[in-house]
């Protein structure tokens, strides 16, 4: 696609359900990027695939977060058992593998745990 | 451990008058990048400069332009004569050569508001 498409773009849940976040990379794009940006606050690193594996996940708050990119392409943020400090607005950005550095990021989707 | 400080949080201007966003970073590696991204209402970050850390010269681009400054560590952003649609959040980030540039590390942003 032309750009970075998130979906939702708006997520309303229950505390301890699950959700998932989808993200559409830009068509070639081989480097998907998340991130979560609180209210007032920079978008923080949670992880990065290069392909299909996560080449880092560092930034993964905890084990209720885990992200999949099952053919190299879109992937999905899944978060269990949710819980109100999860609420945040959640970006997706990708990159073609040699950039390595600056990426276009989607419009996010913005979940909200109540 | 890389840090970003941005300790304007916000900026009131009016149209038409210069402003300056300061951008503070922190680092232990050589090798590394600086940018700064726009955050319009509608939640998009847009990629705005990429500075690589061996490129200390100032760079212009229409109204805006940047000054790096190693020495004190500082990659500030100006914007010259101002317009409404210069009102969003902007923030200054790193990467870092040891992570393969791979993770960003943003400040907590400036928000600007530009009144007609």
């Known amino acids: 696609g032309a750009g970075v498409s998130q979906t939702p773009s708006n997520k309303v849940t229950e505390k301890g359900k699950y959700v998932e976040l989808r993200c559409d990379p830009i068509s070639g794009h081989t480097a998907l990027y998340w991130y979560r940006q609180s209210l007032g606050q920079g978008p923080e690193f949670l992880i990065y695939f290069q392909g299909t594996g996560a080449a880092d996940d560092s930034g993964l708050p905890n084990d209720r977060f885990f992200a999949v990119r099952p053919e190299g392409s879109v992937s999905t943020l899944k978060i269990q058992r949710t819980e109100r400090g999860d609420s945040a607005v959640y970006l997706c950005?990708?990159?073609?593998?040699?950039?390595?550095?600056?990426?276009?990021f989607g419009s996010g989707t913005r979940l909200t745990v109540v | 451990a890389q840090k970003v400080t941005q300790a304007q949080t916000e900026i009131s201007v009016v149209e038409k008058e210069d402003v300056t966003l300061d951008c503070v970073y922190e680092t232990r590696d050589t090798t590394y990048y600086l940018f700064w991204y726009k955050q319009p209402p509608s939640g998009e970050l847009v990629f705005l400069i990429r500075r690589n850390s061996f490129d200390e010269q100032n760079e212009i681009s229409g109204r805006y332009s940047w000054n790096f400054q190693k020495s004190t560590s500082s990659f500030n952003f100006t914007i010259t004569a101002s317009q409404v649609v210069d009102s969003a959040v902007y923030f200054c980030?790193?990467?870092?050569?040891?992570?393969?540039?791979?993770?960003?590390?943003f400040g907590t942003g400036t928000r600007l508001l530009v009144s007609p």
């Open positions: 950005a990708s990159s073609l593998m040699s950039q390595g550095y600056g990426y276009t």
């Open positions: 980030a790193l990467s870092e050569g040891n992570t393969g540039f791979q993770k960003l590390v």
